[in-house]
Every structure is written in C-alpha cells, then in structure tokens.
C-alpha cells in the first residue's frame, strides 16, 4: 500500500509555496511525525509532517523548487518496492488533460486545487478528478454539488463540463460580464436566465434560456456555477434576492477577475465578487461576498468592503477605508484614510468623503461630506 503526500494550501490566496528544504531521500524510512519539508509562502512558513510511518517512494521535489498545493510530494509506502508502473507516479511535467485518464487514483492531476475533505468525497464516489476545474479551489460543497446531480462516477463525468456557468440577468452588466468571462477563457457560458427577457433572444451571442423556472433544469444539466448579473444600482436588494435564489438552487460562484486588474496576492476575495478591467486591489484588502469593483476602482490597502457592495467606476479608496454591506459607491468617489461607509449607505458620483458616513445615508453626487 502507498499513500500519497499532497502539498497543502497554507493560504487561499497564494497556491504557490517554495520547498526550503527537504528533509528525506528516496527510499528512506521516516516515522509519523517526522517533518518531510520545510514550506514557505509569502505569508508563512510550515512544516509539512509524515501522517504515518513508511517509505520514501517516488520523491518529485527538491530544496528550492517552487510547488503548488495538490501536488503530489511523494508517497509512503509499506516497503522499498518501486508503485507498479500502472499507478503513474505523477512527475514533475504536468499531463494534458488527455493524459489524466491514466493517472493512478491516489494521484492529484497537477494544477487541481482541492481540499482534503473534498478530495474524500470525491474518491469515495469514484468522481474523475481530471473533470474538475484547475482555475479555483475545489471544496466539499462543490463536490456535494456534484453528487447531488446525479453524477455519481467517472463515466458520468466523462460528458460534464464542470466549466459551463450560467448568467442571471441579461441587462448592461450582463454585457460587462460576459466580454469579462471569454477574457479568462476558463469558463463556458451556457446561456443567460433572465425573467422579463423572450426565450430564444441573445445578449452579445448568448441564448436566453428562461427565467426563475430554469434554475431546476440547469441542475439536470449538471451546471453548478452562477453569475449574478443584476447591478442593482437603483435597488442593491434585487441583487441581493438574485443571489438568495441562486443559492438556494445549490449553485457556487466563482471569483471573476479581469486579466488587466490588479490583485494583490495578500487580498482575499469572497465568492461571487467581479473585479472589472484596470480596477486595483490592494495588499490585505479584504472583499466580500458578491461585491463589485468596477472598472478603474482603487481599492487601497487594508480596506474593507463589504458583502454585495458596489463599487462604481474610477472610484477612489485610500488605506484603510472601510464599506458597509450593501453599500453603493459612485463613480469618481474619493473616500479619505481610515474613513468608514455604514451599510446600506449611498455615495453619489463624485462625492469627496472626509468622515464616516453613517448606515443608510445618502450623499449627492458632487457633494463633500461633512458638508
């Protein structure tokens, strides 16, 4: 018996480690507890430990090669005796996707971020990891979202395209969205779900495949990622509510980021949020769930903008703001240092903020506040 040693995901925002060092050799016997290596991020430094005692077979890395969390490390056997070639031992070349049939199934597929809960789940029901999407980090809800679905084993998942996503709403930002999403060429748009639109009309190409009432359909059909469309400019709540069906629906949403934004890799970015060409993100900056940041935002470092805020625009946050949940920033804002927006508050186009802004309150556009 050989069990395989994974490189574990010390941050969720930086899958990428440097092996320090590495503390075995092939065919060496080590303990449970032994440290195996040494890893290093630039958040943190861990020591990744033998789970059980064995042998040292098939060892990929050494000190100083960079590895992403999933790969496979080495596994630890009951003896010195060579994985029968029929495993295929992962090396260090990362197989096409072609390839991936083979792969033994204690093998991760290079590049697959998962965790280990997940990675249980999915072996217990035989699903093939090589189906998976590689640009996210897969969970044990996905999976469950998967099953769920009735796609049980590999032969199922042999025709599911777990890339596919679907578009709620069909409006302007739906339009933004979808040139967004054929930029990352990662995804697959399946249609668009729209209640006041006919079925069989396009936004830029896309089929309109229904409204609310397809949500259940889109399941059958094995979709599971969603993307909420609806701005809600004039009204944050509608796409609040579009969110709240969707979940209840059983769908996930990925994480949308423009090739041309900046990101830095101490952010943290919640499900569901868009982050639109030129916009900038910075280190520590936390986002969360279902938030935008339009084109050309500055989010500067440490701030703090909340679930299914809005930040419009060109707008302008310096160190340490923070945004409230629900919250509208309009275009060309300038919100000071350390300043807090309340939730559910609306900033209009323009307007210079200098103090905290209380929940629920509305400022003109143009305006400076205090005033």
Same mark, same amino acid.
């Given at each position: 018996m050989a069990i395989p040693v994974l490189i574990p995901l010390l941050n969720p925002n930086e899958p990428e480690a440097r092996l320090v060092s590495v503390n075995i050799v092939e065919g060496q016997r080590v303990l449970k507890g032994e440290v195996l290596c040494t890893l290093e991020t630039t958040k943190s430094t861990s020591e990744l430990v033998a789970e059980i005692d064995g042998y040292v077979i098939g060892l990929q890395y050494e000190s100083g090669d960079s590895v992403t969390a999933g790969d496979l490390f080495c596994h630890l056997a009951d003896s010195k005796e060579p994985i029968p070639v029929n495993a295929k031992i992962q090396s260090k070349q990362s197989p096409g996707r072609e390839e991936q049939d083979d792969i033994h199934p204690d093998v991760l597929p290079r590049g697959l971020r998962i965790t280990q809960p997940a990675l249980e789940l999915a072996r217990q029901y035989q699903l093939d990891l090589g189906q998976l999407p590689f640009d996210?980090?897969?969970?044990? &809800? #996905? =999976? /469950?979202?998967?099953?769920?679905?009735?796609?049980?084993?590999?032969?199922?998942?042999?025709?599911?395209?777990?890339?596919?996503?679907?578009?709620?709403?069909?409006?302007?930002?739906?339009?933004?969205?979808?040139?967004?999403?054929?930029?990352?060429?990662?995804? &697959?748009?399946?249609?668009?779900?729209?209640?006041?639109?006919?079925?069989?009309?396009?936004?830029?190409? !896309?089929?309109?495949?229904?409204?609310?009432?397809?949500?259940?359909?889109? /399941?059958?059909?094995?979709? !599971?990622?969603? $993307?909420?469309? $609806?701005?809600?400019?004039?009204?944050?709540?509608? &796409?609040?509510?579009? *969110?709240?069906?969707?979940?209840?629906?059983? *769908?996930? *949403?990925p =994480?949308?980021?423009?090739?041309? @934004?900046? $990101?830095?890799?101490? @952010?943290?970015?919640?499900?569901?949020? /868009?982050?639109?060409?030129?916009? #900038?993100?910075?280190?520590?900056?936390?986002?969360? *769930?279902? @938030? =935008?940041?339009?084109?050309? @935002? $500055?989010?500067?470092?440490? !701030?703090?903008v909340g679930d299914y805020a809005n930040i419009s625009p060109g707008a302008l946050l310096a160190g340490g703001v923070t945004i409230g949940d629900q919250a509208l920033v309009g275009m060309g804002v300038t919100i000071h240092l350390r300043v807090s927006v309340g939730p559910n508050a609306r900033i209009g186009n323009s307007a210079t903020v200098k103090e905290d802004v209380p929940s629920g309150h509305v400022l003109r556009a143009g305006s400076v506040w205090p005033e």
């Open positions: 996210s980090l897969i969970t044990k &809800r #996905y =999976i /469950q979202n998967l099953i769920e679905k009735n796609i049980p084993s590999s032969s199922s998942l042999s025709v599911f395209d777990p890339t596919r996503v679907i578009i709620y709403g069909g409006g302007g930002h739906s339009k933004s969205l979808i040139e967004l999403i054929r930029s990352l060429g990662n995804l &697959r748009i399946h249609g668009i779900i729209d209640d006041k639109l006919a079925v069989g009309a396009t936004v830029l190409e !896309c089929p309109v495949l229904g409204g609310e009432y397809v949500l259940s359909e889109m /399941q059958k059909q094995g979709i !599971c990622l969603a $993307v909420n469309a $609806v701005g809600g400019i004039g009204n944050i709540q509608s &796409r609040v509510n579009v *969110f709240e069906r969707l979940i209840q629906s059983g *769908f996930s *949403f =994480i949308l980021i423009h090739p041309s @934004a900046v $990101v830095e890799p101490s @952010a943290i970015l919640s499900p569901g949020v /868009q982050v639109f060409p030129h916009a #900038y993100i910075g280190s520590e900056a936390r986002v969360g *769930f279902g @938030a =935008i940041i339009n084109t050309g @935002a $500055v989010i500067s470092h440490d !701030c703090s």
